[in-house]
Protein backbone atom coordinates (compact mmCIF):
# COMPACT_ATOMS: atom_id res chain seq x y z
CA UNK A 1 0.00 0.00 0.00
CA UNK A 2 0.85 3.41 -0.38
CA UNK A 3 1.29 5.43 2.88
CA UNK A 4 1.52 8.88 3.73
CA UNK A 5 2.42 9.60 6.95
CA UNK A 6 2.27 13.68 7.81
CA UNK A 7 4.94 14.75 10.75
CA UNK A 8 7.88 12.49 10.66
CA UNK A 9 8.69 13.36 14.58
CA UNK A 10 8.95 10.96 17.33
CA UNK A 11 5.61 9.14 17.30
CA UNK A 12 5.03 9.43 13.23
CA UNK A 13 8.83 8.64 12.16
CA UNK A 14 8.28 5.19 14.42
CA UNK A 15 4.77 4.40 12.32
CA UNK A 16 6.81 5.53 8.81
CA UNK A 17 10.06 3.31 9.62
CA UNK A 18 7.87 0.27 10.80
CA UNK A 19 5.59 0.71 7.48
CA UNK A 20 8.34 0.93 5.39
CA UNK A 21 10.15 -1.99 6.86
CA UNK A 22 6.84 -4.14 6.16
CA UNK A 23 6.83 -3.39 2.72
CA UNK A 24 4.66 -0.50 2.38
CA UNK A 25 5.50 2.15 0.42
CA UNK A 26 5.71 4.98 2.80
CA UNK A 27 6.31 9.09 1.63
CA UNK A 28 6.66 11.34 4.65
CA UNK A 29 6.54 15.13 5.08
CA UNK A 30 7.23 17.47 7.43
CA UNK A 31 8.31 20.84 6.95
CA UNK A 32 10.32 20.92 10.22
CA UNK A 33 13.55 19.56 10.37
CA UNK A 34 13.59 16.31 11.69
CA UNK A 35 15.05 13.10 10.74
CA UNK A 36 13.94 10.84 7.44
CA UNK A 37 12.93 7.41 8.94
CA UNK A 38 14.56 4.26 7.28
CA UNK A 39 13.14 3.68 3.77
CA UNK A 40 11.09 6.84 3.68
CA UNK A 41 10.82 9.18 0.59
CA UNK A 42 10.50 12.51 2.31
CA UNK A 43 8.53 14.57 -0.15
CA UNK A 44 8.85 18.63 -0.25
CA UNK A 45 5.17 19.31 -0.48
CA UNK A 46 2.59 17.72 1.60
CA UNK A 47 0.73 17.44 -1.62
CA UNK A 48 3.30 15.42 -3.25
CA UNK A 49 2.85 13.18 0.13
CA UNK A 50 -0.87 12.81 0.06
CA UNK A 51 -2.18 12.61 -3.19
CA UNK A 52 -2.84 8.80 -4.37
CA UNK A 53 -1.98 7.34 -1.36
CA UNK A 54 -4.65 4.80 0.05
CA UNK A 55 -3.68 5.64 3.60
CA UNK A 56 -2.86 9.28 4.99
CA UNK A 57 -1.39 9.12 8.78
CA UNK A 58 -1.53 12.47 10.54
CA UNK A 59 0.95 12.33 13.45
CA UNK A 60 1.40 16.18 14.66
CA UNK A 61 0.73 18.48 17.00
CA UNK A 62 -2.98 18.62 17.82
CA UNK A 63 -3.35 22.26 17.49
CA UNK A 64 -2.20 21.30 13.68
CA UNK A 65 -4.78 18.83 13.17
CA UNK A 66 -7.81 20.91 12.05
CA UNK A 67 -5.45 22.91 9.50
CA UNK A 68 -3.91 19.47 8.22
CA UNK A 69 -7.55 18.03 7.05
CA UNK A 70 -8.25 21.48 5.23
CA UNK A 71 -5.37 21.10 3.22
CA UNK A 72 -5.55 17.19 3.02
CA UNK A 73 -9.10 16.67 2.40
CA UNK A 74 -9.26 17.90 -1.33
CA UNK A 75 -6.28 15.85 -2.52
CA UNK A 76 -7.07 12.49 -0.88
CA UNK A 77 -7.70 9.62 -3.55
CA UNK A 78 -10.77 8.16 -3.54
CA UNK A 79 -11.62 5.34 -0.50
CA UNK A 80 -8.50 6.79 1.16
CA UNK A 81 -8.40 6.22 4.52
CA UNK A 82 -7.54 9.42 6.82
CA UNK A 83 -6.28 8.63 9.95
CA UNK A 84 -5.75 11.27 12.73
CA UNK A 85 -3.62 10.26 15.52
CA UNK A 86 -2.95 13.57 17.31
CA UNK A 87 -4.42 14.30 20.68
CA UNK A 88 -7.01 16.50 19.20
CA UNK A 89 -10.68 16.71 21.44
CA UNK A 90 -13.12 14.87 20.78
CA UNK A 91 -15.23 18.03 19.60
CA UNK A 92 -12.19 18.51 16.92
CA UNK A 93 -12.07 14.62 15.88
CA UNK A 94 -15.70 14.82 16.01
CA UNK A 95 -16.17 17.77 13.97
CA UNK A 96 -13.00 16.67 10.92
CA UNK A 97 -15.06 12.99 11.11
CA UNK A 98 -17.86 15.10 9.72
CA UNK A 99 -15.87 16.45 6.46
CA UNK A 100 -13.54 13.93 5.13
CA UNK A 101 -15.03 10.24 4.00
CA UNK A 102 -12.78 7.27 5.94
CA UNK A 103 -11.75 9.20 8.79
CA UNK A 104 -10.20 7.29 12.08
CA UNK A 105 -9.61 8.74 15.33
CA UNK A 106 -6.73 6.95 16.39
CA UNK A 107 -5.50 7.34 20.28
CA UNK A 108 -2.19 6.33 21.12
CA UNK A 109 -2.37 4.39 24.63
CA UNK A 110 1.17 4.54 26.04
CA UNK A 111 4.91 6.31 26.04
CA UNK A 112 5.65 5.74 22.00
CA UNK A 113 9.20 5.60 23.06
CA UNK A 114 8.91 2.38 25.53
CA UNK A 115 6.70 0.89 22.82
CA UNK A 116 7.30 1.71 19.72
CA UNK A 117 5.15 0.88 16.88
CA UNK A 118 3.57 -1.72 19.17
CA UNK A 119 2.22 0.76 21.47
CA UNK A 120 -1.49 -0.15 21.91
CA UNK A 121 -4.10 1.95 19.81
CA UNK A 122 -7.80 2.87 20.33
CA UNK A 123 -9.32 3.70 16.99
CA UNK A 124 -13.15 5.03 16.21
CA UNK A 125 -14.75 6.40 12.69
CA UNK A 126 -15.36 4.78 9.68
CA UNK A 127 -12.06 4.29 8.86
CA UNK A 128 -11.23 2.47 11.78
CA UNK A 129 -11.47 -1.21 10.29
CA UNK A 130 -9.02 -0.25 8.01
CA UNK A 131 -6.61 1.43 10.35
CA UNK A 132 -6.69 -1.95 12.20
CA UNK A 133 -5.60 -3.85 8.89
CA UNK A 134 -2.31 -1.49 8.18
CA UNK A 135 -1.05 -2.18 11.65
CA UNK A 136 -2.02 -5.27 13.13
CA UNK A 137 0.61 -6.91 11.20
CA UNK A 138 3.15 -4.42 12.60
CA UNK A 139 2.23 -5.95 15.88
CA UNK A 140 0.54 -3.17 16.94
CA UNK A 141 -2.27 -4.13 19.32
CA UNK A 142 -5.75 -2.52 17.94
CA UNK A 143 -8.93 -2.09 19.89
CA UNK A 144 -11.69 -0.98 17.17
CA UNK A 145 -14.57 0.79 18.69
CA UNK A 146 -18.38 0.50 16.99
CA UNK A 147 -18.56 4.24 17.45
CA UNK A 148 -17.97 7.62 15.83
CA UNK A 149 -15.20 9.77 15.55
CA UNK A 150 -14.39 11.29 18.75
CA UNK A 151 -14.89 8.44 20.91
CA UNK A 152 -11.08 6.60 21.17
CA UNK A 153 -9.63 10.26 22.32
CA UNK A 154 -12.45 10.48 24.72
CA UNK A 155 -11.47 7.60 26.19
CA UNK A 156 -7.70 8.44 25.66
CA UNK A 157 -8.37 11.59 28.07
CA UNK A 158 -10.52 9.96 30.37
CA UNK A 159 -7.13 7.40 31.09
CA UNK A 160 -5.51 10.81 31.16
CA UNK A 161 -7.32 11.49 34.10
CA UNK A 162 -5.48 8.77 36.13
CA UNK A 163 -2.27 8.23 33.88
CA UNK A 164 -0.96 11.96 34.64
CA UNK A 165 -1.99 12.43 37.44
CA UNK A 166 -1.03 8.96 39.05
CA UNK A 167 2.24 10.16 37.33
CA UNK A 168 2.55 13.26 39.43
CA UNK A 169 1.76 11.85 42.74
CA UNK A 170 3.94 9.21 42.14
CA UNK A 171 6.78 11.76 41.85
CA UNK A 172 5.53 14.30 44.25
CA UNK A 173 5.74 11.32 46.47
CA UNK A 174 9.62 9.93 45.41
CA UNK A 175 10.60 13.81 45.55
CA UNK A 176 9.28 14.03 48.97
CA UNK A 177 10.81 10.60 49.99
CA UNK A 178 14.30 12.02 48.83
CA UNK A 179 14.26 14.88 50.35
CA UNK A 180 13.05 13.18 54.04
CA UNK A 181 15.89 10.40 53.51
CA UNK A 182 14.08 7.66 52.75
CA UNK A 183 13.07 7.38 48.97
CA UNK A 184 14.01 4.13 48.27
CA UNK A 185 11.41 2.57 51.35
CA UNK A 186 8.87 4.98 49.61
CA UNK A 187 9.58 3.54 46.23
CA UNK A 188 9.02 0.05 47.27
CA UNK A 189 5.57 1.65 48.59
CA UNK A 190 4.39 3.15 45.91
CA UNK A 191 5.17 -0.48 43.80
CA UNK A 192 3.43 -2.43 46.86
CA UNK A 193 -0.03 -0.75 46.60
CA UNK A 194 -0.05 -0.45 43.38
CA UNK A 195 0.26 -4.41 42.79
CA UNK A 196 -2.40 -6.89 43.46
CA UNK A 197 -6.05 -7.50 42.46
CA UNK A 198 -6.50 -3.88 40.14
CA UNK A 199 -10.38 -3.58 40.34
CA UNK A 200 -10.06 -4.52 44.31
CA UNK A 201 -7.83 -1.20 44.81
CA UNK A 202 -10.19 0.81 42.61
CA UNK A 203 -12.96 -0.75 44.82
CA UNK A 204 -10.94 0.65 47.83
CA UNK A 205 -10.18 3.90 46.60
CA UNK A 206 -13.74 4.73 45.72
CA UNK A 207 -15.51 3.24 48.75
CA UNK A 208 -12.52 4.47 51.36
CA UNK A 209 -12.08 8.00 50.05
CA UNK A 210 -15.58 8.67 50.62
CA UNK A 211 -16.32 7.03 54.01
CA UNK A 212 -12.64 8.63 55.29
CA UNK A 213 -12.77 12.27 53.28
CA UNK A 214 -12.65 14.51 56.63
CA UNK A 215 -9.73 12.53 58.06
CA UNK A 216 -7.99 12.43 54.93
CA UNK A 217 -8.63 15.84 54.35
CA UNK A 218 -6.43 16.75 57.37
CA UNK A 219 -4.05 14.02 56.97
CA UNK A 220 -3.78 15.67 53.53
CA UNK A 221 -3.39 19.01 55.07
CA UNK A 222 -0.80 17.71 57.76
CA UNK A 223 0.99 16.10 54.65
CA UNK A 224 1.50 19.31 52.97
CA UNK A 225 2.90 21.49 55.81
CA UNK A 226 5.64 18.31 56.15
CA UNK A 227 6.29 18.74 52.49
CA UNK A 228 6.56 22.54 53.26
CA UNK A 229 9.24 21.62 55.92
CA UNK A 230 10.74 19.50 53.22
CA UNK A 231 11.25 22.30 50.77
CA UNK A 232 9.51 20.46 48.32
CA UNK A 233 6.62 20.68 45.85
CA UNK A 234 2.94 19.65 47.26
CA UNK A 235 0.68 20.47 44.19
CA UNK A 236 -0.76 17.12 44.42
CA UNK A 237 -0.78 17.04 47.95
CA UNK A 238 -2.79 20.21 47.91
CA UNK A 239 -4.82 19.18 45.47
CA UNK A 240 -6.15 15.64 47.49
CA UNK A 241 -7.08 18.11 50.04
CA UNK A 242 -8.89 20.21 48.41
CA UNK A 243 -10.47 17.27 46.79
CA UNK A 244 -11.08 15.37 50.36
CA UNK A 245 -12.78 18.53 51.58
CA UNK A 246 -15.45 18.52 48.76
CA UNK A 247 -16.36 15.12 48.97
CA UNK A 248 -16.60 15.78 52.91
CA UNK A 249 -19.41 18.48 51.97
CA UNK A 250 -21.14 15.98 50.19
CA UNK A 251 -21.18 13.31 52.08
CA UNK A 252 -21.41 15.20 55.77
CA UNK A 253 -21.75 19.22 55.33
CA UNK A 254 -21.42 19.80 59.44
CA UNK A 255 -18.82 17.48 59.75
CA UNK A 256 -16.96 18.94 56.87
CA UNK A 257 -16.80 22.49 58.52
CA UNK A 258 -14.23 21.24 60.73
CA UNK A 259 -11.51 22.98 58.43
CA UNK A 260 -7.94 23.62 60.02
Excluded at 42 to 56: D, H, K, M, N, P
Excluded at 88 to 96: N, S, T
Excluded at 234 to 241: D, K, N, P
Aim: charged residues 20%; proline residues 7%; aromatic residues 4%.
Amino acid sequence: MRCAVIGLGEAGGVFAAALAASGHEVLGYDPANTPTPEGVTRTATLRECVEGAAYVLVLTAASAAPAVAAECGPLLAEGACYADFTSAPPAVMERLGKTIDGFADVAILGPVPLHGHKVPLLVSGPGAAAVAQLVSPLGTPVEVLDAPPGAAMARKLLRSVFMKGLALVVCEAVTAGEAAGDKDWIRAEVARQLAGDGQAIIDRFLTGTRTHAVRRAQEMHDTGAYLDDLGVPTEMTRAAERGLRRIATQADPVLAEARP
